[in-house]
């Protein structure tokens, strides 16, 4: 009896201070800890807000928006090998000019300069961007006397803040330099910094469904004058486009380097005729029909103005991405204007 109950003693040893509620619970052994590694921090990539592509650190440089001539004698133009998006448009007669935003890459120098007009204008104001021009329509010149936008004019600055070149005449040699740009902002106690609002753009490879067709080459007819029409030629192994103007490829005077085109929007939109001048209103309100054209495919797609900028939607609505790198955003009268083969 005696051995009994010490056995009875051992048992309840065994379980006792293991009880959950009414149910008995067996003591598992401690399991061996396994030691783990830190888990890797995936990097996270910075893009630049204007062109997508891949940089160290986001810049908080305020975009800037130059009038750059195009007439032929203007050729080749400077810095327009760093912009971030040019658009074209009519002015005056059957010649464009270009609105060129820097924002990523502030070139040493920009030019030549041209006048400005109200619509430049309102595109400008769609980057929040600081405005440089070199003369104004009477238009132009009540949006930016009303402080409608920050803006540099050469009209002013002629020989201070902006610089002739004599080796082309007027007006086809005035430049606005870094320096000078930083000089008229602090003249003008203009904000020179902001986080940017981006554009969107795909980091990846894009579907190519049915709704997009191979296209090789892209004509812009502005003018009875081969001077002044814009032919886009797909560069299969750059993957990007070349612009050319009366057979020659546009280049950046200042670093000789051709024009690397990635994304082409080709808009159209309601032009009139406003003063005996030729002076045009262009409708960038409203929206239309255009082509979206990048990587050798084209898209046909209906522009809005999202916010002051202009922007291709597929036939569904949905917005369609950039890819990463320039883009230039033609403005035309009418599509019939436009051949793609």
Not at 22 to 34: D, G, T
Not at 47 to 60: I, M
Not at 84 to 93: I, K, N, Q, T
Not at 146 to 162: C, V
Request: aromatic share 10%; hydrophobic share 35%; charged share 25%.
């Amino acid at each position: 009896m005696k051995k009994l109950m010490l056995l009875i003693m051992g048992i309840g040893l065994v379980f006792g201070g293991c009880s959950h509620g009414n149910q008995k619970v067996v003591s598992k052994p401690k399991e061996k800890e396994v030691s783990q590694k830190p888990k890797e921090e995936k990097t996270v990539q910075a893009y630049a807000p204007l062109n997508g592509e891949p940089v160290n650190a986001v810049s908080n440089q305020r975009p800037v928006a130059v009038m750059v001539n195009n007439h032929h004698l203007a050729r080749p133009q400077s810095g327009l090998s760093k912009a971030d998006v040019v658009y074209e448009l009519l002015a005056e007669g059957d010649i464009t000019r270009l609105l060129a935003i820097f924002q990523n890459n502030l070139p040493e120098r920009i030019g030549p300069v041209r006048s400005a007009r109200e619509y430049y204008i309102k595109l400008a104001n769609g980057y929040h961007a600081l405005y440089i021009c070199h003369g104004n329509s009477p238009q132009a010149k009540a949006m930016m006397d009303a402080g409608e936008i920050d803006a540099l004019n050469g009209l002013f600055y002629d020989g201070t803040l902006f610089k002739r070149d004599h080796h082309r005449r007027a007006p086809h040699n005035s430049y606005i330099y870094k320096e000078g740009i930083e000089k008229g902002v602090a003249k003008k106690h203009y904000s020179f910094s902001e986080n940017v609002i981006p554009l969107f753009f795909l980091h990846q490879a894009i579907n190519y469904d049915s709704t997009w067709e191979k296209v090789a080459q892209v004509f812009i007819k502005y003018s009875y004058d081969p001077y002044n029409n814009v032919t886009y030629k797909y560069n299969e192994s750059q993957k990007q486009f070349q612009r050319i103007q009366k057979g020659v490829i546009a280049s950046d005077a200042e670093t000789k380097k051709e024009l690397e085109i990635k994304n082409i929007l080709i808009v159209e939109a309601k032009h009139k005729i406003i003063d005996s001048h030729g002076r045009r209103s262009i409708d960038l309100q409203s929206g239309g029909n255009g082509y979206f054209v990048t990587e050798g495919m084209m898209k046909k797609i209906h522009w809005k103005n999202v916010n002051g900028r202009i922007l291709p939607f597929d036939m569904e609505g949905k917005e369609v991405d950039f890819l990463p790198g320039q883009t230039w955003i033609n403005v035309v009268p009418a599509l019939k204007d436009v051949t793609v083969k």
